[in-house]
């Protein structure tokens, strides 16, 4: 269940779409009309954040659960999970809500919150908004969509810019 205090939304869609291509073109966009944006990004393969060599890297790997390196600039809390993979929602408590307007979600698209699907014909996967009543609006490469849901060009940024905005300040997505 979604306990967080600002608004969540999600970009869904296969491997290959452009999740991350689409979402660092956007979050220039979103910041320049002075939105605090959070970025949730979920991987589907082992990661590491640490380099190894490094104090913290070292003392992660000698057995610390949880290893927490902060500096002036960052702070980053990386805790191993080899049981399961932590809770969608409660990961999401870990952002400073009073920091920021918005979190936008990369991936975690068979999860229970609004989403936007990214659909390229290219990558000749099926459409998620069918059997997802989470998909909000639809951002694709296609023209004709047997759909009610607003719609925009993947390649159009300030449509999407405009679809993110009205969604998190609870306001109605027209169709494009």
């Known amino acids: 269940m979604n306990s ?4 969540i939304l999600g970009f869904a869609a296969y491997s290959g779409t452009g999740k ?15 939105l605090r944006v959070g970025v949730f990004k ?4 082992d990661f590491d954040v640490d380099q190894p060599g490094k104090d913290s890297y070292r003392l992660r790997k000698a ?3 949880q290893m ?5 600039n960052r702070h980053v809390l990386m805790t191993e999970t080899p049981d399961e993979e932590a809770p969608f929602f409660d990961l999401l408590t870990h952002f400073d809500s009073s920091k920021l307007d918005f ?5 975690c698209k068979n999860l ?20 997802d009543d989470n998909i909000i609006a639809i951002a694709s490469d ?35």
Do not use: M
């Open 103 to 107: 979190i936008l979600v990369e991936g």
């Open 20 to 34: 991350t291509t689409l979402l660092e073109a956007l979050l220039p966009k979103l910041t320049e009309k002075g």
């Open 142 to 176: 296609c023209d004709d969509l047997n759909t009610e849901l607003p719609h925009v060009s993947i390649n159009d940024l300030n449509a999407i810019c405009d679809l993110v905005i009205r969604f998190t300040q609870d306001l109605p997505l027209t169709q494009k």
């Open 42 to 45: 979920h991987a589907h393969h």
């Open 63 to 65: 057995g610390a659960s």
């Open 4 to 7: 967080c205090s600002i608004p």
């Open 112 to 131: 229970s919150f609004p989403k936007i699907e990214l659909h390229r014909e290219e990558v000749g996967k099926p459409w998620l908004h069918p059997d």
């Open 68 to 72: 927490l390196i902060s500096s002036r």
